[in-house]
T-cell receptor, first 112, second 110 residues
Framework: GDSVTQMEGPVTLSEEACLTI???????????LFWYVQYPGEGLQLLLK?????DKGSNKGFEATYRKETTSFHLEKGSVQVSDSAVYFC???????????FGTGTQLKVEL | NAGVTQTPKFQVLKTGQSMTLQCAQD?????MYWYRQDPGMGLRLIYY???????DKGEVPNGYNVSRLNKREFSLRLESAAPSQTSVYFC?????????FGPGTRLTVT
């Protein structure tokens, strides 16, 4: 079945540091890929998405590129802020019905 | 625009008690979902409803039942709660391209 593997956290960075959170997937066919963000005490919000190979999703300074050859969708940001502290989930939609398969989440802590 | 709302926000149950978690969306979405979130396991799909009148099992349906009351509302019922059902429960609805999540219900079963 479909699965998503993402790096374990927590990841602790200083403000303005570069961020990469790795995500790889296993799926049949050509899934759509997503990054969701969960701020403390809240539900998940869509951060960015890509629907086909080589697409780049971007939002709020975050980027991720759909790499079919490496089955990856790594999340990157050039300069993180304290306000980026949250849990980040990689997910794929592949089986129809808009059902998502999530990774386990990566907690990011950004310190001054 | 309220989006996806869930009630209650918090609940404590004793083993064997029953309860229903309520979810409603005002975005006219056809599809709705119930997930549970546990530490180190991400979100796992319990049940989903692709349209009014239909429901299907997800990855972890045992111990739960659902009702798609109408297009807006999708409830999750625990008939006999167990400590293993201690979790945070999220409801979501989706357009074709995105799922929208409610704020969650934190349930503790003692």
């Amino acid at each position: 079945g479909d699965s998503v593997t993402q790096m374990e956290g927590p990841v602790t960075l200083s403000e303005e540091a570069c961020l990469t959170i790795n995500c790889t997937y296993t799926a049949t066919g050509y899934p759509s890929l997503f990054w969701y963000v969960q701020y403390p005490g809240e539900g998940l919000q869509l951060l960015l998405k890509a629907t086909k190979a080589d697409d780049k999703g971007s939002n709020k300074g975050f980027e991720a590129t759909y790499r079919k050859e490496t089955t990856s969708f790594h999340l990157e940001k050039g300069s993180v802020q304290v306000s980026d502290s949250a849990v980040y989930f990689c997910a794929l939609e592949g089986g129809g019905g808009n059902k998502l398969t999530f990774g386990t989440g990566t907690q990011l802590k950004v310190e001054l | 625009n309220a989006g996806v709302t869930q009630t209650p926000k918090f609940q404590v149950l004793k083993t064997g008690q029953s309860m229903t978690l309520q979810c409603a969306q005002d975005m006219n979405h056809n599809s709705m979902y119930w997930y549970r979130q546990d530490p180190g396991m991400g979100l796992r799909l319990i049940y989903y409803s692709a349209s009014e009148g239909t429901t299907d099992k997800g990855e972890v349906p045992n111990g739960y039942n659902v009702s798609r009351l109408n297009k807006r509302e999708f409830s999750l019922r625990l008939e006999s709660a167990a400590p293993s059902q201690t979790s945070v429960y999220f409801c979501a609805s989706s357009s074709e391209s995105e799922q929208y999540f409610g704020p969650g219900t934190r349930l503790t079963v003692t």
